[in-house]
T-cell receptor
Framework: GDSVTQMEGPVTLSEEAFLTINCTYT??????LFWYVQYPGEGLQLLLK?????DKGSNKGFEATYRKETTSFHLEKGSVQVSDSAVYFC?????????????FGSGTQLTVLP | SQTIHQWPATLVQPVGSPLSLECTVE??????LYWYRQAAGRGLQLLFY??????ISSEVPQNLSASRPQDRQFILSSKKLLLSDSGFYLC??????????????FGPGTRLLVL
């Protein structure tokens, strides 16, 4: 079945550091790929998404590129802020099926220190 | 624009008591609806999903149930809560077949503590 593997956390960075959170997936065909962010005590917010190979999703300074050859969708940000502290989830939806369901990674806790 | 509401925001219930959590979506019609549970420090587990009124699919066997009495209303219930039912419950919606990417949008969640 489909699966998503995320970089183990927690990750602690200083403000303005470069961020990479690795995400790889296993799925048939070309799934849609997502990054969600969960701030403390809140629900999940869609951060960015990509639907086909070589697509780059971007939002709020975060970027991720859909790499079919490496089955990866790594999240990056050039300069993190304290307000980016949250849990980040990588997820996929398969290409076909009814009520196609999100498969989530286990989440990566990011803490940014001032 | 579409919005999704969940209530209550927080709930403390004794073991063996009933449960009813409600989720409603505004600004869209015939959405797919989902219930997830997030245990403390862990990822998300899909509990139920629905593609239409009265249509419920269960992903995991448990003492919870779901119902969809109206197009944009999704209810999570239990007759008798267990300690292991504690967690953060998230409702989500998607546009179904109208969105080829099947993007899901999440509500603010309900934090349930069973004592």
């Amino acid at each position: 079945g489909d699966s998503v593997t995320q970089m183990e956390g927690p990750v602690t960075l200083s403000e303005e550091a470069f961020l990479t959170i690795n995400c790889t997936y296993t799925a048939t065909g070309y799934p849609s790929l997502f990054w969600y962010v969960q701030y403390p005590g809140e629900g999940l917010q869609l951060l960015l998404k990509a639907t086909k190979a070589d697509d780059k999703g971007s939002n709020k300074g975060f970027e991720a590129t859909y790499r079919k050859e490496t089955t990866s969708f790594h999240l990056e940000k050039g300069s993190v802020q304290v307000s980016d502290s949250a849990v980040y989830f990588c997820a996929l939806v398969p290409l076909v099926g009814s009520a196609r369901q999100l498969t989530f990674g286990s989440g990566t806790q990011l803490t940014v220190l001032p | 624009s579409q919005t999704i509401h969940q209530w209550p925001a927080t709930l403390v219930q004794p073991v063996g008591s009933p449960l009813s959590l409600e989720c409603t979506v505004e600004g869209t019609s015939n959405p797919n609806l989902y219930w997830y549970r997030q245990a403390a420090g862990r990822g998300l587990q899909l509990l139920f999903y629905s593609v239409g009124i009265g249509q419920i699919s269960s992903e995991v066997p448990q003492n919870l149930s779901a119902s969809r009495p109206q197009d944009r209303q999704f209810i999570l219930s239990s007759k008798k809560l267990l300690l292991s039912d504690s967690g953060f419950y998230l409702c989500a919606w998607s546009a179904g077949a109208r969105d080829s990417q099947e993007t899901q949008y999440f509500g603010p969640g309900t934090r349930l503590l069973v004592l």
